[in-house]
């Protein structure tokens, strides 16, 4: 046991100019801003080990972005820079930028572009040229994390936490199983064929409450298992449902209350109910909403900014209600382990004959298409056969992928991460199982892996669990599971 000392740091990340949004398959351009993303740092000293964790409002952190905000750290502070985790609440409304992904690049994933011909056009939504270069918003957001992570290391002085857990509706499965054996994301569930939805939920959130030196509360961190893609479609700048729970909490707390929103295994998640179904007021994706869809009194529209709101209010009014039941003693001294390992997991592969029946929906969308114009719809349809072909190249010269794994003990706590967009089941795998007295779980964090299906996701199909959309199949998600609880339980 030792005294623990705690940091805080948030950097607005706000470009001052129209910038490119990145997560979806349309192109996208703005400069309206309906709140502001940020950069929220949280550093934690406990003897001779350390732990920062940086929360961006981002969709995704790239692995070019973890080694260019590594390097800064380290040239202007002794912090360990494989101490630090970055990690991402996916927002679908936040900067895009130049993304590098190391040994795989970027042939992996579906985009029908690659096989066109020249008198076959891509016609982009919008000209992206128009928005912030991908290059100077990669710049622009090392800058604002580094910042972040130094001045949170900076200003870590003794300080006191105590961990609670309270219970809020947000995530619900997405992915919608017919009687036939297929699954659909967003996929209607009012009609006969509907059997259920894949997987179930996670409503426990769970939570560390830290307070300076006068056992003031300072901040809290709080996982969540659902991404912040309630506005995923609009075309604007927003931190989504977080940055709604940073304004109820600060209005109780103070304007210097911290907030590190953290996603857990979610990759089958979203905010909405698809059996109370409630459409969006506008449909720009092609996977957003049904066509046939009754009206219900549920929700507000998980796809609106009322939707931010009415999350915003649960999560916050939970985080307030574990906090003002508190009881017990606050600490300041804690045992800090903090562990950092590779896994290298197996590159989910496809066939010869999946990859010549591919070519041949390449060929007959290119023989459709001869001397046209194509835009974002026509190209979505070929995400999955452009992925099983770009996935069939890639696997002549590269049969593993290796990602970078943190564990951590804090007290009886156990903090883990992961990469990928991963499935709701191996989360619930690696909790039940652990020897911690409490498991906050990470994803999408120190890389991008895309989505982690389980096997009966793979087998039902369709985006999030098809090749195109991720690197490693269920065979790595067992992987990830077995390993990542080894590690736990050598520590506990």
């Not at 300076?212 to 075309?235: L, T």
């Not at 219900?296 to 039941?325: F, T, W």
């Not at 017990?328 to 004959?353: A, C, Q």
Request: charged letters at 25%.
């Amino acid at each position: 046991m030792a005294k623990i000392k705690i940091g805080w740091a948030e950097v607005d990340m706000t470009p001052n100019c129209k910038v490119q949004l990145s997560g979806q398959f349309y192109e996208r351009v703005t400069d309206e801003v309906e709140s502001p993303v940020t950069c929220t740092a949280f550093a934690l000293e406990c003897g001779n080990e350390q732990l920062v964790i940086c929360s961006c409002d981002l969709v995704s952190i790239s692995d070019n972005l973890m080694k260019d905000v590594r390097d800064i750290v380290k040239s202007k502070t002794d912090l360990p820079t494989e101490k630090i985790i970055i990690n991402a609440i996916h927002t679908h409304t936040s900067i895009s930028y130049k993304k590098i992904k190391n040994l795989v690049g970027h042939i992996t994933f579906g985009s029908i572009k690659k096989f066109l011909p020249d008198d076959i056009k891509y016609e982009p939504r919008v000209q992206v040229s128009e928005g912030m270069d991908l290059n100077d918003a990669l710049n622009h957001i090392v800058d604002c994390v580094s910042k972040a992570i130094i001045s949170a290391w900076d200003n870590r002085k003794d300080a006191y936490y105590k961990a609670g857990f309270g219970r809020v509706p947000v995530g619900m499965c997405r992915r919608v199983y017919y009687d036939d054996g297929t699954s659909r994301l967003y996929g209607e569930t009012n009609n006969a064929n509907f059997d259920c939805l894949e997987s179930g939920n996670d409503s426990g959130l769970e939570l560390i409450y830290t307070f300076d030196e006068n056992k003031n509360i300072s901040g809290v961190i709080a996982n969540v298992a659902c991404p912040a893609q309630v506005v995923e479609h609009k075309n604007f700048i927003s931190s989504d449902y977080w940055g709604k729970v940073k304004d109820y909490l600060r209005a109780k707390f103070g304007k210097n209350f911290f907030v590190l929103g953290l996603c857990s295994a979610a990759g089958d998640q979203s905010p909405r109910d698809l059996i109370r179904s409630v459409q969006p007021s506008e449909k720009q994706s092609p996977s957003i909403g049904g066509s046939n869809v009754f009206r219900h009194r549920a929700d507000p529209s998980m796809y609106d900014v009322e939707g931010l709101r009415c999350i915003g209010k649960r999560i916050s009014n939970e985080i307030v209600s574990v906090y003002e039941q508190l009881d017990g003693e606050y600490f300041d001294e804690s045992l800090l382990i903090h562990k950092t390992f590779n896994i290298h997991f197996p590159l989910r592969k496809v066939s010869l004959e999946e990859y010549h029946q591919a070519m041949k929906e390449i060929n007959e969308f290119v023989l459709a298409h001869r001397g046209q114009n194509i835009t974002f719809f026509e190209s979505s349809k070929m995400y999955s056969s452009s992925g099983i072909a770009k996935r069939y190249i890639t696997q002549q010269s590269i049969n593993r992928i290796t990602e970078e794994i943190h564990v951590v003990r804090f007290g009886d706590i156990a903090i883990v991460t992961n990469p990928f967009e991963l499935f709701l089941d191996y989360g619930n795998q690696i909790r039940a199982r652990s020897k911690a007295k409490q498991t906050f779980i990470i994803q999408l964090a120190c890389g991008s892996a895309g989505y982690l299906p389980t096997e009966k996701a793979e087998k039902s199909g369709h985006y999030s669990a098809c090749v195109s959309s991720g690197f490693t199949g269920h065979e790595g998600g067992n992987l990830l599971v077995s390993e990542t609880l080894e590690k736990i339980n050598e520590i506990f």
